[in-house]
Structure formats: C-alpha cells, structure tokens
C-alpha cells in the first residue's frame, strides 16, 4: 500500500510537469530584472539645502549630490555641465564621498554677481550600469563683490561725473540729423518726444556746467528747433510720442496711437521754455531762437485737447481713428506740467474748472493715508512709480508751492520716503533691496520687458533714476544710493552714458539699455538739487507765473 502511493505521487508530479511544459510551449517565466534606473537622494550647497534655487552663494561654494546607487565614476564628466545663464562653460573639479554615492563638485572661482546652472542629465551612470531617473538643474546667484570698482571721489565730484556722463547720450548720442534725444541707445532713428524736452534741459545744464560752450549749445538749439519748427509732424500744435528723427514722420507708439500725445508734448514745451528762458542774450542767433520756441509754444491747441469744451484733457488724438483711446489724463500722475502749461497759454489755455475737475477729480486724487510710517497727501496707494515725482518736476519746483489738494514739497518727499522705506522694509525679500540699493520707478525689465515698477507692483527690479533722481527729496538716502550704484555696482551697472536703465540682484540680470525719459531726470534732478538752475527758469516764465496762479498755486516762486 506504501509502495502503491509512493509511485502515485511520482507518476502524478511527473504528469503535471510533463502538463506544464506542454500547455504553456515556452520557457518559465524569468525572474523581474533589476531596476534599470537609480534616483537622486540629496542636495547641498555649502553645506545647506534649499531646494535648488540658491542666491548669495560664495565664488568658491562647495556642491554635494547624493544618489541612492553607487557612481560610476567614468560617466560624471559627460552628464555634469556647469554653465553660467549665458552659457559659458565653467571648469569644475570632482570628489566622492559615501563610497562613491556622493559627488563633490568644486567649480573654480566664479565671477561676483553672476548666474550659473549646474545641469545633471540622464546619461550618469550607476556602477552597475543604471542610469539616473530624471534630470536635474542648480541655479546658483553668487554674491556682490563689496570691493569699490572705481576710486573714492567727493560727493560733490560724484555728482558732477555723474551729470557728466549722463549728458553725453543727450549730447554724443543726439540724432545727427535732428539733435533730438532718441528714445533708447538702440532705437535708430526713432526720437522721443518727451525725452527731447528733458534733453533739452540737459544741454542747458551742460553748458551751465561747462562740459560743452554756449556756443555750442546755441548751434544744437537752433538744429532742434528749425526740426521741430519746419519737419516734424503736428497735430492741432500737438506733438506725436514719436518721431522719426531724420525726416520728422510720426512714428506709431501703438495702433491707434499715431497722432498727437499732449502728455509728450508738455515734457517737449517744459524743456523749450526752460531753454528760452536761459538763452536771453541780445544776439541775433538767441533772438531768433526765442522767436521760433515761442511760436512752437503758442501753436499748441491746449483747449482742443478738451474734446468738444468737456472739463478735462485728453491724452490722445489721432488723424485716424480720432479720440478712440480715450484717456482722461487725470490724476495722480506724472502729468500736472500738462494742466499747468494748458492754464498757461496765452493762445490756447484752458480755466482752472478743467484743472479742478479734469485732473484733481474735485479732490478724488487726495490719498491721506499712511504708508511705511508716511502720510501721503495725494495720488495711488504706497505712492506709484517715481517718475510721478520726476516728470512734472524738473521744471516746476514744488519746494513750499500749495493749492487746494497739496503741498507738493510734502507730496514728493512723501512719494520718495515711501518708496525708500518700502524697499528697506523688502516685504518680498527681494535681494540686495537696503538703504543702500532702493528706487522703483517705470523701466526695463529682464527678458525685454518693461513695467511700472512700485511697491504695488514690485518685481525686484531697482532702477538707478528713481532714487538718483529723488535727491531733491529724499538727499541723504538718494546720495547712499548714488555711492553704492557707482562704487558696487559700477563695473556693471555704468556705461557710456552713465547708469544703465536698471538690474535685478534677483537673477544677477543688468540691463544694457538707457532710455532718454531715465536718463534725463537723473542730470536734470541732481542740478536742481545743486542749484536749482532749472527750475529757477521754468518758474520764470512769464505766462507759467500767470497760468499756475490761475490754477490756485501759491509759492514764493510765483
């Protein structure tokens, strides 16, 4: 009976087997393989983690990557890259730790203020021939050099290089053909409107800071006006926003906006009446010189620009698509020059209603309330960009002049000490933003863009002209500034023609670029607040005298 079952469970397990061969016609299934990709443990950068994003990291840091597989050591060269953001290769030498899980990579010395990635791709292998699960990059910002990049001079020499340098892209960099001031250091021919009148200030300073002669001045004069005068397209008086400065044809801002722009043309008369103002000799070539400003001066329709009588301005007009932008220009902003020269007129001025109701809203642009310890009379919360304080007042001088809605030495000490404070304060904590490093105003931001920057609409990026130009206001904080952009920053933030438009400490980005309407509140602000040469003349002016008086103005300068 034993022997009987013994060979029952033989014969069965040999027909089962014999079963499974047979049904399935194919080998038993294999094993699982081994996992064919290994995954990446940790990072650190000097010895700390922080994802992998790091800024402020020193020229020498020390990278540590850990994986979950031992390295194979031959395959680090070809799947490690070291770049920095534009792409030049940097040499960096390799350790392991942790029997070889750990790589340890030694860039050589990086460069101060500068962006890097570190790319680890998926051809690095594991010791046993695996390949690295996903990608990964490190970005690292290395940190500013403290060092000064330029030798120690006065402050009172400081500011004088500065005015300096920034008056030859007004005066170097003018349109050969025109004289006015392009719009930017890469626009070709296209002219600025606005940013003309500002450099048109600046050849008045330039002479009364005897970089160029009088002469020389008056010869520069005299090309812009008879351009202005005998070429340049007008509208109702009224000047486009752009130009084209060998021939005078407008050049489109945007679609619809090909026409007049009175806000533009405001900043154009604010420069022209200064330059009358200063060229008052009893020369023939001065004489002509008034002659010919006055008559650019008294054929803008100011009054039109109301829009059929309504009791407000208009920015725009356009000879084809006529008042279809629509817009209001009201405050506040940077356009109180464009009421104070509309009430000014002796041809075409407007009442004090328009005034009243058109940009003071009856009173609607009176803020009052307090930001970063500061009461501020008027305008958008926290204050708006800077230029607000700039604009209008590189020919009106606000120190003790009152209406009805302001004391506007109050206003723009307010406007410049809020945007100081905002940027000490850093709430984003945007890097390097400090009592030393402040100044959000319109400008150019990284990937070419452009935006309105203010503590409402922060977007880490400083630009030299809102704090710099703010002297007037704010002269110790704008001064620490001033030191710090020059001596710290200077070996990438100067150029040719002074500071460049603007930087993020964020990315390490610096913009290349100047724009005239930066530019020219910076040498025009610095000599108001040495002299107060420009606006002495501006104030001068007979009709403005009247036309501000007309409006409610008060001032000892009236």
């Known amino acids: ?274 330059a009358r103002q200063y060229f008052n000799g009893n020369s023939a070539a001065e004489t002509q010189l008034r002659t010919d400003i006055n008559t650019l001066w ?41 009421y104070v020269l509309a009430a000014s007129s002796t041809t075409h001025s407007v009442p004090k209603i328009v005034y009243d109701n058109g940009w003071a809203g009856n009173g609607s642009m009176k803020n009052g309330n307090t930001y970063y310890g500061v009461k501020l009379p008027l305008g958008p919360a926290e204050g708006g960009p800077l230029f607000f304080a700039h604009y209008s007042f590189m020919g009106i001088n606000p120190n003790n002049l009152t209406d009805a809605y302001a004391s506007y030495d109050v206003q723009n000490q307010a406007h410049a000490t809020i945007n100081y404070n905002y940027c000490v304060a850093n709430p984003n904590n945007n890097v390097g933003y400090s009592a030393d490093c402040w100044g959000l105003t319109a400008s150019d931001i990284e990937n070419n863009g452009y935006t309105a920057s203010s503590p409402t609409n922060d977007v880490g990026v400083i630009a030299p002209t809102a704090a710099i130009a703010s002297l007037p206001y704010t002269p110790t904080q704008s001064l620490q500034a001033l030191r710090f952009f020059y001596y710290k920053l200077g070996d990438k933030a100067w150029g040719p023609y002074g500071f460049y438009d603007s930087f993020d400490l964020n990315d390490a980005w610096f913009a290349t670029s100047d724009l005239a309407i930066d530019e020219g509140p910076i040498i025009n602000m610095i000599e108001n607040y040495r002299t107060g040469l420009l606006w002495s003349l501006f104030m001068s002016c007979p009709e403005v005298q009247t036309g501000m008086k007309n409006l409610g103005f008060t001032s000892p300068n009236l």
């Not at 300096?164 to 409107?193: C, I, M």
């Not at 002469?215 to 130009?243: S, Y």
């Not at 698509?321 to 940077?334: F, I, L, R």
């Open 298 to 338: 008294n054929n803008v329709e100011w009054d039109w620009f109301r829009q059929n009588g309504q009791n407000t301005l208009f920015w725009h007009w356009s000879p084809d698509y006529g008042w279809s932008t629509n817009q209001q220009v009201n405050g506040w902003d940077e356009a109180l020059i464009t």
């Open 1 to 274: 009976m034993r022997f009987f079952n013994i060979g029952l469970v033989f014969i069965s397990l040999a027909g089962l087997y014999s079963c499974s061969k047979s049904s399935s016609g194919s080998n038993p299934t294999p094993p699982p393989p081994a996992a064919s990709t290994f995954s990446f443990n940790s990072l650190k950068v000097n010895g700390v983690y922080n994802g992998f994003t790091y800024i402020n990291v020193n020229t020498a840091p020390v990278i540590k990557l850990s994986f979950a597989a031992v390295l194979n050591t031959a395959s680090i060269n070809s799947a490690i890259t070291f770049k920095t953001a534009a792409g030049a290769t940097v040499a960096y030498t390799t350790s392991f730790s942790n029997s070889d899980s750990t790589v340890i990579i030694s860039p050589a010395k990086l460069s101060n203020l500068t962006k890097y990635v570190l790319n680890i791709s998926t051809s690095l292998k594991s010791a046993k021939n695996q390949y690295l699960q996903s990608a990964l990059s490190v970005n690292l910002t290395t940190v500013i050099d403290s060092t000064n990049k330029f030798p120690t001079i006065t402050d009172d020499a400081l500011l004088t290089l500065v005015q300096q340098q920034t008056f030859k892209y007004f005066w170097d960099f003018g349109h050969p053909v025109s004289g006015l001031a392009r719009e930017r250091n890469t626009s070709g021919d296209v002219v600025t409107t606005g940013g003309s009148g500002f450099g048109i200030m600046a050849i008045v300073v330039g002479i009364s800071r005897q970089f160029i002669t009088r002469a020389d001045g008056l010869t520069r004069m005299q090309t812009i006006v008879a351009f202005l005068k005998n070429n340049a397209q007008t509208f109702h008086g009224a000047f486009p926003h752009w130009l084209n400065g060998a021939t005078g044809a407008v050049v489109p801002f945007s679609t619809q906006d090909d026409g007049a722009d009175l806000v533009e043309t405001s900043y154009l008369m604010e420069g022209l009446l200064t």
